[in-house]
């Protein structure tokens, strides 16, 4: 394989929401500089495609980034040299959904939700755009508060409805998660779930794997590799978790379990266009632009690394029963310093070799600041 050639094909995603300004529960720090609009939020993402070289399209969050006409967005993304990537539905930030979206008791919400699931189609085709993420934060918080098999009847129910609406060439994922903000049950808490449902749907379901949404201790690259032996790997959320979902830097907290996936998405051919590599992080305490940077060099070093695992010297250890042989094999390509492969890499595609140093010298924040003065900063429900 190429090393180069696979590392200047990969593309990864930045969410407009990491622009904003984020915090946790208990508080939402602001920022100098944040953007105030949609548009702006581009600009800013169109920053870290500029010094990376691998970041062309950016999600987008709807009603947080709602616009009158969605066609100039995805003009004004297209002159900033980016692109619209995936349209990220939102049923949660509503009074109406204090019980439920789409497995809502009453139909009425029901209908509010999946409403809205088809809004954010018509915002595809508007802006371009061939992917719909699919959250839920539907669940319960007490044994008996609903019937848990109803819920997933509705669930399927409003699912097929959005299927039916999707285009030629268009698909949603569906993305699960342990727990929070429902705490007894979860509608969709697993990858099981997640898949159970996108098989009866058939080939433009998938799901998508938040990296931040597990047990402790459980295997991600496993649930990557069955994803991808049966086709229905549709896409990252890439983030690190300390605790639960904690939506930071990813591969901060643990670089090697970034590697372990990495490593199973190329050897199960993940590596390509079909499969979504998306950022999905709040940068709280951290600056957003570089914040985002430092992610996608992230990601990009852990592919390095994954890429230089000797396959055949793997494969033969494996065959041979050498345990210790072949974790060897692993932990030698794990250990190699990438940086300098990377470097030169930039180099030969124009870029800086240092992203961030390139960036900070760009006086970028410092205009930001300056200019971005008055108004309402965009952030969690803006």
């Not at 915090?23 to 010094?51: C, I, M, N, S, W």
């Not at 979206?101 to 018509?122: F, G, M, N, Y």
């Not at 410092?366 to 803006?382: C, F, H, L």
């Amino acid at each position: 394989m190429d090393i180069k050639a696979a590392l200047r094909a990969q593309h990864i995603e930045t969410p407009s929401w990491a622009f904003g300004n984020s915090g946790t529960r208990f508080k939402v720090f602001a920022q100098r500089g944040v953007p105030r609009d949609p548009y702006e939020k581009l600009a800013d993402a169109a920053q870290v495609h500029a010094y990376t070289g691998i970041a062309p399209t950016v999600a987008l969050h709807i009603p947080w980034d709602k616009v009158d006409d969605y066609a100039d967005l995805a003009r004004h993304a297209r002159e900033l040299g980016v692109g619209i990537g995936a349209i990220n539905s939102n049923v949660f930030q509503d009074d109406d959904y204090m019980l439920g979206s789409v497995t809502h008791p009453q139909a009425r919400v029901r209908r509010k939700a999946t409403d809205h699931l088809l809004e954010c189609v018509d915002i595809m085709d508007a802006t371009g755009s061939d992917t719909l993420k699919l959250w839920f934060s539907d669940g319960i918080n007490y044994p008996g508060q609903d019937d848990l098999r109803a819920r997933q009847d509705r669930l399927a129910e409003s699912l097929a409805r959005v299927y039916g609406r999707l285009g030629e060439g268009q698909r949603f994922l569906l993305e699960y998660k342990l727990f929070e903000p429902a705490f007894y049950a979860t509608d969709v808490p697993d990858w099981g779930t997640a898949y159970a449902h996108c098989v009866k749907l058939g080939p433009k379901a998938q799901v998508v794997v938040d990296t931040g949404h597990h047990a402790p201790g459980t295997n991600i690259e496993f649930i990557v590799a069955f994803l991808l032996r049966e086709g229905k790997l549709g896409g990252f959320d890439f983030n690190s978790r300390f605790y639960a979902d904690d939506d930071l830097m990813v591969g901060a907290a643990d670089p090697f379990q970034l590697f372990r996936i990495m490593f199973e998405v190329i050897r199960g051919g993940g590596l390509r266009d079909e499969v979504a590599f998306m950022l999905d992080q709040c940068h709280n305490i951290e600056p957003k632009i570089p914040g985002q940077i430092r992610s996608v060099m992230n990601v990009q070093e852990a592919t390095a690394k994954a890429l230089l695992v000797d396959r055949e010297a793997l494969a033969a250890a494996q065959s041979a029963g050498d345990v210790l042989g072949a974790n060897a094999v692993f932990m030698d390509a794990y250990n190699t310093d990438v940086r300098p492969l990377l470097a030169e890499l930039r180099q030969e595609m124009g870029l800086a070799p240092d992203p961030m140093a390139a960036y900070a010298r760009s006086g970028y924040f410092e205009k930001i600041a300056a200019d971005r003065v008055g108004g309402e900063q965009a952030g969690w429900g803006a």
